[in-house]
Each structure stands twice: as C-alpha cells, then as structure tokens.
C-alpha cells in the first residue's frame, strides 16, 4: 500500500490552480452574464451553501443590496472578491 504525503506547499499549489480556474470560468461567462444576480445564483455560482453567502455578508466581503425583501449581489463585486483571494 503506497503512502502520499501531502504538503502545505502542495496544498497551496491546488488553491493558486483552482482560483484560476475559477477566474476563467468567470471570464468565459462575462458576456452572457447578467449584472446582478439574486443568492440562489449566487451560491450556484461559487458552489457554497447558504450559510456561507451569509457569512459573507455579515464579513463584508460581498456587498449587496436588497430590494423588497430579495438580495442581489453585482456580477463585478464577486469577481473582484474572488481576485483578492
């Protein structure tokens, strides 16, 4: 039975790799993508939970306005969150 060890560094390595993938799925979708978008978008989008998207609310991470008791969050907003990290 082989054993790998994984590394910190190699953990890093994974999250640089999968941010960038990330981006350009981003990228791709620019030009079909709609400015504002509603949390079930959202959380489809980055694959979270509901639980997360209100994390980053109250974190002030992603800024979004209500509207009549519906959250929408700007296109542009995620995409500049997702590139700081």
């Known amino acids: 039975m082989a054993v790998n060890i994984i590394t910190q560094e190699d953990l890093q390595n994974f999250k640089k790799e999968l941010i ?11 030009t079909e993508q709609k400015l504002w978008l509603k ?3 959202v959380k489809e989008l980055l694959k979270i939970s509901a639980g997360t998207l209100q ?3 109250i974190k002030g991470t992603l800024r979004y306005s209500k509207v009549g008791g519906t959250l ?8 500049k969150m997702l590139n700081q990290k």
């Not at 960038?20 to 620019?30: A, C, M, S, V, Y």
Request: proline letters at 0%; aromatic letters at 20%.
């Open 20 to 30: 960038d993938e990330i981006k350009n799925l981003f990228h791709f979708r620019t």
């Open 39 to 41: 949390s079930a978008e």
């Open 55 to 57: 994390t980053l609310r």
């Open 72 to 79: 929408y969050y700007n296109y542009e907003d995620i995409e």
